[in-house]
């Protein structure tokens, strides 16, 4: 099973600051997920990024996937408090299969008002 | 509105006792996932399914186990709980492979054993 790193662990800013959370592999993943989780409730999917070098936006929220697809970054700008959550990154190799299938530990964020 | 269904949201329950986690989906998704979460921790695939009668062992170790009679229905059974069962139970589902979109993620069931 191929280890994602998620950076940082945990992140407690103001509303209306701007943040990047990084999701980092030595392995190489053929698509990447975003998902936020929020207390009590399971992960839901934000993103898919495929391509190395894709960006995508939805909202305020960019997702980016590294060049050699390898990494990915979430930036959020001006933040609110119903950002605040646990953002999970999940990459997968091309089997598809849901044994290839690798979650990161999360980044702890809290947006404060 | 949730499309995938756990049940029950909390339990605590003693050593020794045997359980059964509900998963229900209504979406008609072949594929089914079991994830175990511990705060701070990875989500690890426990028991996975790719349509009825078809279950496989994930990469985490767990003495749970599974079955799919029905689509939609996905329970995990424990036998005999022990406490290094307390974890946090998340029950998935998708319509093809992780590259054919994301997974749709229940509630998650809290379990405590004391």
């Known amino acids: 099973t191929q280890l994602l790193e998620q950076s940082p662990q945990f992140l407690s800013i103001q509303e209306g600051e701007n943040l990047t959370v990084y999701c980092n592999s030595s392995s190489v993943f053929s698509s990447l997920q975003w998902y936020r989780q929020e207390p009590g409730e399971g992960p839901v999917l934000l993103v898919t990024?495929?391509?190395?070098?894709e960006v995508k936006k939805l909202k305020r929220l960019t997702f980016q996937f590294g060049d050699a697809r390898k990494d990915s970054s979430l930036h959020i700008t001006a933040a609110q408090p119903g950002d605040t959550g646990l953002y999970l990154c999940?990459?997968?190799?091309?089997?598809?299969?849901?044994?290839?299938?690798?979650f990161g530990s999360g980044t702890q964020l809290t947006v404060l008002p | 509105e949730a499309d995938i269904y756990q049940t029950p949201r909390y339990l605590v329950i003693g050593t020794g006792k045997k359980i059964t986690l509900e998963c229900s989906q209504t979406?008609?998704?072949?594929?089914m996932y079991w994830y175990q979460q511990d705060p701070g921790m990875e989500l690890h695939l426990i028991h996975y399914s790719y349509g009825v009668n078809s279950t496989e062992k994930g990469d985490l170790s767990s003495e749970s186990t599974v079955s799919r009679i029905r689509t939609e229905h996905f329970p995990l059974t424990l036998e005999s709980a022990r406490p290094s069962h307390t974890s946090q139970y998340l029950c998935?589902?998708?319509?093809?492979?992780?590259?054919?979109?994301?997974?749709?993620f229940g509630s998650g069931t809290r379990l405590t054993v004391v």
């Open positions: 979406m008609g998704h072949d594929k």
């Open positions: 990024v495929v391509t190395g070098g």
């Open positions: 999940a990459g997968a190799i091309s089997s598809g299969s849901a044994r290839q299938l690798t």
């Open positions: 998935a589902s998708s319509v093809g492979g992780f590259l054919s979109g994301g997974y749709t």
